[in-house]
C-alpha cells in the first residue's frame, strides 16, 4: 500500500508539472532566448546601458526559468528508478532519501505552479510596497515597524533584493511609514495579494497596565513602472521639499539636505526619498515612485469604471485582510481564504509562503468567477 501512495504521489507531481510545462511552453521560451542571446552578442549593446540591462536581466530571467523547469523534469522522471532501485535492493536508507526528494519535488513544483498563476498584466514586474500606520497610536507605529521586517525577511529568504526608499520614523516607536522596492521577476504579481489592512491584537508593550491593543497598519503595492510608461508632471502640479535624513530618535545620518519629498498638488500623493546621498539622486527615485502611484490610480480608476458598468458592487478585497493574534491566544488568519496558523513568531520572521500562495489562487478563482 506505501508502494501505491508513493506511485500515486510521483503520479500527481508529474501532471503538474506537465501542466506547468504547457504554459511555460519550452520550445517558445528557447526561441526567446536565442533572439535575446543574439541581441546580447551585439557589439553597440552598451551603447544604450539602461536597454543593455533590460536585455541581459531577462535573458539571464529566462534562461534561470528554463532550467529550473528542465531540472525538475530530469528529477521527477529519475524519481521513479530511484524508488525502484531502493525496494529491489531493499535500502531503507535509499528508500528514505527517495521519500525526501518527493517531498522536496513537491514544494518546488508547488511553487513553481503557482508562478504560472500570475499572468496579470504587470504581474512580471518589480514591486514598490509602501507600509504605514494606521488607528492604534504608538503599538500601530510599532506593527508597521514589524510589518516592515516581516517583508523584509521574507524577501531575503527568497534571495529578492530590497532598496529601502524611505522611511519616516515615529516619536516613541515604530515608523509612521516606509517605502521599498523589491528588485525580482513577478515581485509585484506575488506581492500584490498582501495588500490592504493589517490587524494586530496583543498585550500593549507600551502601556503600563498590560491591557490589550488592536492596531492597524495598511499595506500599499504597486508594480515598478517602465520607462515607456513615465507620464508627465507639470512643475506647477508639483510641490518640493528638501529636508534631512534621520534615523530613529532624530539621529541625523547625513549632514546635507538631501532627502526629497514630492507632493502631486491635485492628488494629494505625497512622496519621499532618502537613500541616497545626491539630493538630485533622490528627487530621481522619489519622481520614478510618483509616476508608478500616479499610474496605478489612473489604472484603479479604469478599473473602477469597467467594474461600474459590469455591475460590481462587491468592493476592494484587499481591505481587512489578514488578523494577527498574539493574546489571547495566538493565531494569524487570512480573512479571504482562511488560511490560518499558529505559529505567529514564524509568520512575522517572514514565513508567510502559505499566506501568499493561497491569495494568488484565491485571487484566481475571483477573476475566473467574474
Known amino acids: 500500500m506505501a508502494d501505491l501512495d508513493i506511485a500515486e504521489q510521483i503520479a500527481a507531481i508529474d501532471s503538474t508539472l506537465k501542466q506547468i510545462e504547457a504554459v511555460v511552453d519550452v520550445p517558445k521560451l528557447d526561441g526567446e532566448i536565442a533572439e535575446l542571446e543574439a541581441a546580447a552578442s551585439a557589439p553597440n549593446l552598451w551603447d544604450d546601458p539602461e536597454a543593455a540591462q533590460k536585455v541581459t536581466s531577462r535573458l539571464s530571467y529566462l534562461q534561470q526559468e528554463r532550467r529550473k523547469v528542465m531540472g525538475l523534469r530530469q528529477r521527477v522522471d529519475d524519481l521513479p528508478i530511484l524508488v525502484e532501485l531502493a525496494e529491489a535492493e531493499d535500502d531503507a536508507s535509499a528508500l528514505e532519501e527517495a521519500h525526501r526528494e518527493l517531498t522536496d519535488l513537491h514544494g518546488e513544483i508547488t511553487e513553481l505552479e503557482v508562478r504560472t498563476l500570475l499572468s496579470g498584466e504587470y504581474d512580471e514586474r518589480?514591486?514598490?510596497?509602501?507600509?504605514?500606520?494606521?488607528?492604534?497610536?504608538?503599538?500601530?507605529?510599532?506593527?508597521?515597524?514589524?510589518?516592515?521586517?516581516?517583508?523584509?525577511?521574507?524577501?531575503?529568504?527568497?534571495?529578492?533584493?530590497?532598496?529601502?526608499?524611505?522611511?519616516?520614523?515615529?516619536?516613541?516607536?515604530?515608523?509612521?511609514?516606509?517605502?521599498?522596492?523589491?528588485?525580482?521577476?513577478?515581485?509585484?504579481?506575488?506581492?500584490?495579494?498582501?495588500?490592504?489592512?493589517?490587524?494586530?491584537?496583543?498585550?500593549?508593550?507600551?502601556?503600563?497596565?498590560g491591557r490589550r491593543q488592536t492596531s492597524f497598519a495598511e499595506v500599499e503595492v504597486?508594480?515598478?513602472?517602465?520607462?515607456?510608461?513615465?507620464?508627465?508632471?507639470?512643475?506647477?502640479?508639483?510641490?518640493?521639499?528638501?529636508?534631512?535624513?534621520?534615523?530613529?530618535?532624530?539621529?541625523?545620518?547625513?549632514?546635507?539636505?538631501?532627502?526629497?519629498?514630492?507632493?502631486?498638488?491635485?492628488?494629494?500623493?505625497?512622496?519621499?526619498?532618502?537613500?541616497?546621498?545626491?539630493?538630485?539622486?533622490?528627487?530621481?527615485?522619489?519622481?520614478?515612485?510618483?509616476?508608478?502611484?500616479?499610474?496605478?490610480?489612473?489604472?484603479?480608476?479604469?478599473?473602477?469604471?469597467?467594474?461600474?458598468l459590469k455591475g460590481d458592487s462587491s468592493g476592494s478585497w484587499g481591505n481587512q485582510m489578514r488578523s494577527y493574534v498574539l493574546h489571547p491566544y495566538q493565531m494569524v488568519k487570512d480573512l479571504r481564504t482562511e488560511v490560518e496558523t499558529g505559529n505567529t513568531a514564524a509568520v512575522l520572521d517572514g514565513e508567510i509562503d502559505e499566506f501568499v500562495e493561497a491569495g494568488i489562487r484565491w485571487r484566481r478563482q475571483q477573476q475566473s468567477a467574474n
Open 126 to 209: 518589480e514591486a514598490l510596497v509602501s507600509i504605514r500606520s494606521g488607528a492604534g497610536g504608538v503599538d500601530a507605529a510599532d506593527w508597521a515597524e514589524m510589518l516592515l521586517r516581516m517583508y523584509g525577511r521574507y524577501c531575503e529568504r527568497h534571495g529578492w533584493s530590497v532598496e529601502v526608499y524611505e522611511t519616516s520614523y515615529a516619536e516613541e516607536a515604530g515608523i509612521k511609514s516606509a517605502t521599498f522596492a523589491v528588485k525580482a521577476p513577478f515581485a509585484y504579481g506575488t506581492l500584490s495579494v498582501e495588500q490592504g489592512t493589517h490587524r494586530l491584537v496583543r498585550i500593549s508593550p507600551f502601556d503600563n497596565q
Open 222 to 308: 504597486i508594480p515598478v513602472v517602465e520607462k515607456t510608461e513615465s507620464i508627465e508632471i507639470p512643475e506647477d502640479e508639483l510641490r518640493v521639499d528638501v529636508y534631512r535624513s534621520s534615523g530613529p530618535g532624530g539621529q541625523g545620518v547625513n549632514t546635507t539636505d538631501s532627502a526629497v519629498r514630492l507632493t502631486h498638488l491635485p492628488t494629494g500623493i505625497v512622496v519621499s526619498c532618502q537613500n541616497e546621498r545626491s539630493q538630485l539622486q533622490n528627487k530621481a527615485t522619489a519622481m520614478a515612485v510618483l509616476q508608478a502611484k500616479l499610474l496605478e490610480r489612473q489604472r484603479q480608476e479604469e478599473q473602477a469604471k469597467m467594474d461600474a
